[in-house]
């Protein structure tokens, strides 16, 4: 009897989970002024936990089902937490939005950024070398 009640409790869990998922990817198709690469991969991982716990209990492993629960219950509030700080962000009229993964576009951004400050600065530094060498050259 325990361990019927134990898999009722189990099944119970994996339905609140499905639909704690379901939300976060409503919430995620809601915000339209953002994509999140962080969040579409915790919902893929929170959706794939649940597929491996509804196998798990099918095999009566219940250890292993509420470790994958637990999983899942970790990648959709992660998901959800990353949605609610950007809608943050969007609610403040910031335009920077929190990316926990850059693009290859702002990767090389910054590097054509930094390049161009390095050339400016090594430019600088060749000026002042070749006023210091004219200095030393007038004064002889």
């Known amino acids: 009897m325990a361990k019927l009640s134990q898999s009722k409790q189990l ?7 499905e639909q704690f998922v379901c939300v976060v990817k409503e919430a995620q198709a809601a915000a339209d002024y953002h994509q ?5 991969l915790s919902v893929i991982n929170a959706e794939s936990a649940l597929s491996e716990a509804v196998k798990s209990l099918a095999q009566y492993d219940r250890p ?11 990648y959709a509030k992660f998901a959800q937490d ?4 950007e809608a943050t962000e969007h609610i403040l009229g910031q335009g920077t939005y929190l990316d926990l993964v ?5 990767v090389q951004t910054w590097f054509e950024d930094t390049a161009i400050r390095l ?4 430019l600088s530094y060749e000026g002042e070398l070749l006023d210091a060498s004219s200095d030393q050259e007038d004064s002889k």
């Open 11 to 17: 099944i119970e869990r994996i339905a609140a989970l």
């Open 36 to 40: 999140n690469e962080a969040v579409d």
């Open 64 to 74: 292993n089902t509420a470790k994958l629960l637990n999983v899942a219950w970790f």
């Open 82 to 85: 990353i949605l609610a700080a």
């Open 102 to 106: 850059e693009t290859p576009k702002q």
């Open 119 to 122: 050339e400016k600065r090594l």
